[in-house]
T-cell receptor, first 114, second 115 residues
Framework: DAGITQSPRHKVTETGTPVTLRCHQT?????MYWYRQDPGHGLRLIHY???????DKGEVSDGYSVSRSKTEDFLLTLESATSSQTSVYFC?????????????FGSGTRLTVV | AQSVTQLDSQVPVFEEAPVELRCNYS??????LFWYVQYPNQGLQLLLK????STLVKGINGFEAEFNKSQTSFHLRKPSVHISDTAEYLC?????????????WGAGTKLIIKP
């Protein structure tokens, strides 16, 4: 969707390797989020950011780290990929801390760990 | 803590029939409510939202939702569905009084349109 892009769209990686997913926005929104989506679990928050270099953990942060050195980029790193991290990962952005405008989502990254 | 329940994991309905997708949230304090739609192999798109004011909210693609504070519900409706409405629908809530920045999500409901 316009304003937010995720890369790569698909990735297959081996167990134990590090993986970095990128979220890039052109909307200059302050708040950015990484979610994973799995059947039966819905959307689960991994990490979020409320400004450059300001990040915090979500409900499923173990095994993941994030960095935000610029407003427009929010990187998600799987330190050492495991099969349980096979999932679809979504990035979202929000203009307001109260989410009054809702979130805008990227198209997702389908990650397979073999 | 706030939670969201979407009781139906799947809702099958015939084309041109009406549909209601149910969403209940746990706390009766002031809330913002959202419905998102996710078409197959795509990201999520905002359908509609309730922030304040009229309890009947109209969204895109002919969908509407009604906020019911006493029943802590925000059910999504469409009077006549089409094949193109086949998607997953997710309900989300945000309490303005919460200090965190997160939306709380339901597990989603798959709308299956039968021809």
């Amino acid at each position: 969707d316009a304003g937010i892009t995720q890369s790569p769209r698909h990735k297959v990686t081996e167990t134990g390797t590090p993986v970095t997913l990128r979220c890039h926005q052109t909307e200059n929104h302050r708040y950015m989020y990484w979610y994973r989506q799995d059947p039966g679990h819905g959307l689960r928050l991994i990490h979020y950011s409320y400004g450059v270099k300001d990040t915090d953990k979500g409900e499923v942060s173990d095994g993941y780290s994030v960095s935000r050195s610029k407003t427009e980029d929010f990187l998600l790193t799987l330190e050492s990929a495991t099969s349980s991290q096979t999932s679809v990962y979504f990035c979202a952005i929000s203009e307001s801390s109260q989410s009054v405008y809702g979130y805008t989502f990227g198209s997702g990254t389908r990650l397979t760990v073999v | 803590a706030q939670s969201v329940t979407q009781l139906d994991s799947q809702v099958p309905v015939f084309e041109e029939a009406p549909v209601e997708l149910r969403c209940n949230y746990s706390s009766s304090v002031s809330v913002y409510l959202f419905w998102y739609v996710q078409y197959p192999n795509q990201g999520l798109q905002l359908l509609l939202k309730y922030l304040s004011g009229s309890t009947l909210v109209k969204g895109i693609n002919g969908f509407e939702a009604e906020f019911n504070k006493s029943q802590t519900s925000f059910h999504l409706r469409k009077p006549s569905v089409h094949i193109s409405d086949t998607a997953e629908y997710l309900c989300a809530v945000k309490s303005p009084m919460d200090s965190n920045y997160q939306l709380i999500w339901g597990a989603g409901t798959k709308l299956i349109i039968k021809p």
